[in-house]
Every structure is written in C-alpha cells, then in structure tokens.
C-alpha cells in the first residue's frame, strides 16, 4: 500500500489528476461488471438494491473510513453524505426522467410483465421509506448536538437490519422464481474487489493531499467535504445515465435510493463509531430537504406510478436551492 501511495506521490503536481483517473476508472470498471451481471440474468431489483448502492457508494464508504483513520472532521463526512444523497434524490434521477422519461406501468402486456412492474414499485416504494425513516433516525439522535459513538452503533445496526430483509427478500423471491445467481459470480465479485481496492487507494491519498492543504491554509474548511461530495457522485451519475438510456429508470430509480442508504445511516455511523460528530444547523436543513425530497419520491410512485417531467424541474431546482441554503 505505502509503495503505491509513494508511487502516486512521486509524480509531483499531476499526482491529483492520477488519483481522480484512478478513481473514475474504478468506477467504470464497476459498471461494467454490472452490466455483465444483468446480461447473466440478475434482476434490476436486484441490482438497485444490493450490488449497485455498495458498488456506486464504495467511495462513500472508503472516505468515511479514511477520515476516521487520518483523525478527520467530521463535518466534511456529514457534507459529502448529505451532498451525494440529495444529488441522488434532484439531479441523478431528475435528469434521466427529463431526457428519457420514466416508463410507465405496461399496458396491453402480459400479466407476468405487469406484475414484475407492480412488485418493482412496492420495492421502490419500500426503499423511499427506508431512506425517510433512516434521515428521521440521524435527526432525531442528533438533537442532543453531538452524534456519539452509541449513536453511531444504532446506525450501523439499523443498516444491518436492512441488508438483512433485502437477503431474505431476494432469496425469498429466487425461490419461489426457482432462480439462481450466475455461477460466474465469484469473479464478478472479484473484479468488483479490485475496483474498490482502486478507490480505496486513490481516496486515501486524495485525502491526505488535502489534509496538507489545509493544514497550510491553501484552502479553507470543509473543502474536503464539497470537493468529495462532488467526486463520489460522479460514479452515481454514470449508473443514472447509462441505465437511462437503456430504458431502465427501475434501476435507476432502485440504485440512486439505495445508494442512499449507503451514506445515511451506513458512512455517518461508521465514522462516528471511531469519533464524535458535532451537529449543527447545516445537519438540520439538509435532514429536512432530504426528508421532504424523500416524502415526495414517495408520494409521486405510490400515487402516480411514474415521476411527472414538470415535478422533476422542480427536483433539479430544490437542489439549487439547497445549496444556496447551506452556502448562505
């Protein structure tokens, strides 16, 4: 790992734009082997929910990790959870709706198409609630003003929980289907260990770059988080667009929601295992646009089925307005 990072270091003024490459060639490395894994038969459910928010938020995860390690602030873990998840909910479903629009529930099809539809909403629906419930959780223990290291351990179980009812739902429905994974699986995880040891690499050395940078005063507070925050959504845009324009919103709409569930409660609890975050005002106005944003996601598939283009507008427009919030 040293003789890597030494390496990476060794290459002066261009190390940075080394460790982004690396970063963004991990990433497609991992939409790639996606790709493959749907070609083989694995369902875009199932994709949305466990392989593609793991894969997509592994950068999430190593920052979090990282940050702990190096003695970190927390504050820039906060902005880079809060950034991605409200990303996810404005523009990287907003603007594949915009461009290709959302399908809606087929008509004149077979009963077997209509049901998987109807059963890929109510999962959909289910993982918006999650990602509410989940925001109202790290809301509600940050109300004391400080995210404790218990605080971080009910987070943590609470996303355990959940994996846990995805495995049991998916095995749940792989038996009732007689359907099995692939027997390439294994190298497919493989090869999606390799593009995370890549990001992992990258991150960690981004992050001490920039660690020295401020520590030098070259650039201010909390700039970590932003310029993390800004990077680690680029490999969600990538899933959002290319899924979009197959004509997959389902996937799209599955992965940006469980993606979510990556950053809060996984990467907040995480950190705050290892070290106290102090909460403030910014934790609390990104809290509520996150659950409101949640709350109509929610509403629009339960009630309509599809994503209205005019409500999308407004999506990309609240994110504007979200960081004019927690900018002003």
Same mark, same amino acid.
């Given at each position: 790992?040293?003789?890597?990072?030494?390496?990476?270091?060794?290459?002066?003024?261009?190390?940075?734009?080394?460790?982004?490459?690396?970063?963004?060639? #991990?990433?497609?490395?991992?939409?790639?082997?996606?790709?493959?894994?749907?070609?083989?038969?694995?369902?875009?459910?199932?994709?949305?929910?466990?392989?593609?928010?793991?894969?997509?938020?592994?950068?999430?995860?190593?920052?979090?990790?990282?940050?702990?390690?190096?003695?970190?602030?927390?504050?820039?873990?906060?902005?880079?959870?809060?950034?991605?998840?409200?990303?996810?909910?404005?523009?990287?479903?907003?603007?594949?709706?915009?461009?290709?629009?959302?399908?809606?529930?087929?008509?004149?099809?077979?009963?077997?198409?209509?049901?998987?539809?109807?059963?890929?909403?109510?999962?959909? #629906?289910?993982?918006?609630?999650?990602?509410?419930?989940?925001?109202?959780?790290?809301?509600?223990?940050?109300?004391?003003?400080?995210?404790?290291?218990?605080?971080?351990?009910?987070?943590?179980?609470?996303?355990?929980?959940?994996?846990?009812?995805?495995?049991?739902?998916?095995?749940?429905?792989?038996?009732?289907?007689?359907?099995?994974?692939?027997?390439?699986?294994?190298?497919?995880?493989?090869?999606?260990?390799?593009?995370?040891?890549?990001?992992?690499?990258?991150? +960690?050395?981004?992050?001490?770059?920039?660690?020295?940078?401020?520590?030098?005063?070259?650039?201010?507070?909390?700039?970590?988080?932003?310029?993390?925050?800004?990077?680690?959504?680029?490999?969600?845009?990538?899933?959002?667009?290319?899924?979009?324009?197959?004509?997959?919103?389902?996937?799209?709409?599955?992965?940006?929601?469980? +993606?979510?569930?990556?950053?809060?409660?996984?990467?907040?609890?995480?950190? #705050?295992?290892?070290?106290?975050?102090?909460?403030?005002?910014?934790?609390?106005?990104?809290?509520?646009?996150?659950?409101?944003?949640?709350?109509?996601?929610?509403?629009?598939?339960?009630?309509?089925?599809?994503?209205?283009?005019?409500?999308?507008?407004?999506?990309?427009?609240?994110?504007?307005?979200?960081?004019?919030?927690?900018?002003?």
């Amino acid at each position: 790992m040293e003789s890597i990072t030494d390496l990476i270091t060794s290459a002066g003024w261009g190390a940075p734009y080394i460790c982004m490459e690396l970063f963004l060639l #991990a990433s497609v490395l991992v939409v790639w082997r996606l790709e493959a894994l749907s070609k083989k038969g694995v369902e875009g459910t199932v994709l949305g929910t466990i392989f593609m928010p793991f894969c997509s938020g592994m950068g999430n995860i190593i920052f979090a990790v990282v940050l702990a390690r190096n003695q970190g602030d927390g504050e820039d873990v906060l902005i880079n959870c809060l950034f991605n998840n409200v990303a996810n909910f404005t523009l990287l479903i907003g603007a594949p709706v915009l461009i290709w629009s959302m399908a809606r529930i087929p008509r004149r099809k077979s009963l077997a198409a209509m049901r998987e539809h109807k059963m890929g909403r109510l999962s959909l #629906a289910l993982n918006l609630v999650a990602a509410l419930f989940f925001s109202l959780f790290v809301w509600l223990l940050a109300a004391d003003g400080t995210l404790a290291r218990m605080d971080g351990f009910v987070l943590l179980a609470l996303f355990v929980f959940w994996q846990c009812f995805h495995i049991h739902d998916i095995k749940k429905t792989n038996l009732l289907k007689k359907t099995s994974y692939p027997k390439t699986l294994p190298v497919e995880v493989i090869l999606l260990l390799v593009g995370a040891f890549a990001i992992f690499v990258s991150t +960690d050395w981004l992050v001490g770059w920039v660690q020295v940078l401020q520590r030098c005063d070259a650039v201010r507070p909390c700039m970590l988080g932003w310029a993390s925050g800004v990077l680690m959504v680029l490999p969600n845009a990538l899933l959002a667009f290319y899924y979009g324009a197959k004509d997959r919103m389902d996937v799209v709409y599955t992965s940006q929601s469980g +993606d979510a569930h990556i950053c809060i409660p996984l990467c907040i609890g995480l950190f #705050a295992i290892f070290h106290a975050i102090p909460t403030g005002e910014f934790l609390q106005r990104s809290l509520f646009v996150l659950m409101g944003l949640c709350a109509a996601h929610l509403l629009f598939v339960v009630a309509v089925g599809q994503l209205p283009r005019v409500f999308v507008a407004l999506f990309v427009a609240a994110f504007g307005a979200f960081i004019w919030l927690v900018l002003v």
